[in-house]
């Protein structure tokens, strides 16, 4: 249970309270779109279990793209692994340390991006913190939402955390190359499964050890960059009416 929001629980946060959090979450998350935007950056919410392999994603997305400026922020309660691990693949990245917190929400992530003053990327990531359930809440800012499942977490999780999967934009079942030791894993089954909670199921498999649905994965990634300047032109029309 976090301290910040009480993870939606009104014997822990009133209801009033927790709609004024939320209020005050998606003013400062407007405010971290403008900046995404303005810049014509790509900022992909990502979201997983812990062990999910976002991490893993990140390293190997850039392995496979090194044309692509990539930067990250990642959440953690209490290390900064994840991030020293993306630096030393050379993706510019900082650690938003939680504490007890177990999501991200748009305030910390503004933090981080007026202490990076320099930040010059295409695409932004927001490695969220290892959850299937208090992230999905806050709106970071974010251009979309993207979440790792991996193969080792069983073909139920969508249904029994749909909201995470509601609001996804995509879904990579990760570590495919582990399908063959799991018999009771079908992606297919698991694809079924999101297509009762997301509007518009999309699943890419994908496995950042032998590159199986990185190609996809890239594909999907370019298409999204490819409207930026849409969304740049959208927000400016905001701001000037």
């Known amino acids: 249970m976090c301290d910040v929001c009480g993870c939606g629980d009104p014997t822990i946060v009133s209801e009033d309270l927790h709609r004024k959090i939320l209020s005050d979450n998606d003013h400062v998350a407007a405010h971290n779109r403008e900046h995404f935007v303005s810049r014509g950056v790509l900022s992909i ?4 279990s812990p062990g999910a392999g976002k991490t893993a994603l990140l390293e190997a997305t850039r392995r496979a793209a090194p044309e692509l400026r990539l930067a990250a922020v990642s959440g953690d309660l209490a290390t900064e692994h994840d991030a020293s691990r993306l630096e030393a693949v050379g993706v510019p990245a900082r650690t938003i340390t939680t504490g007890t917190a177990c999501h991200l929400d ?16 295409d695409v932004f990531f927001i490695e969220n913190v290892g959850n299937l359930v ?10 979309a939402n993207v979440v790792a499942l991996s ?13 995470i999967f509601y609001k996804a934009d ?6 495919a190359d582990l399908l063959p030791h799991l018999p009771d894993v079908e992606p297919k089954r ?15 498999v994908l ?3 032998t590159g199986e649905g990185l190609d996809e994965w890239l594909g999907w990634l370019r298409a999204q960059a490819s409207n930026r300047e849409l969304d740049r032109e ?3 029309g905001i701001i000037d009416a």
């Open 106 to 121: 748009a305030s910390m992530v503004h933090h981080a991006l007026h202490d990076w003053s320099d930040l010059d990327a």
């Open 45 to 48: 919410n990502l979201m997983g």
């Open 207 to 209: 496995s950042a050890i």
């Open 234 to 236: 959208l927000i400016g």
């Open 151 to 163: 193969t080792t977490e069983g073909p139920d999780k969508p249904l029994k955390y749909p909201v």
């Open 134 to 143: 208090c992230p999905a809440i806050y709106d970071l800012g974010q251009t």
């Open 170 to 175: 995509l879904v990579l079942l990760t570590k």
């Open 190 to 204: 698991i694809f079924d499964a999101l297509m009762h909670v997301m509007p518009e199921p999309r699943m890419i």
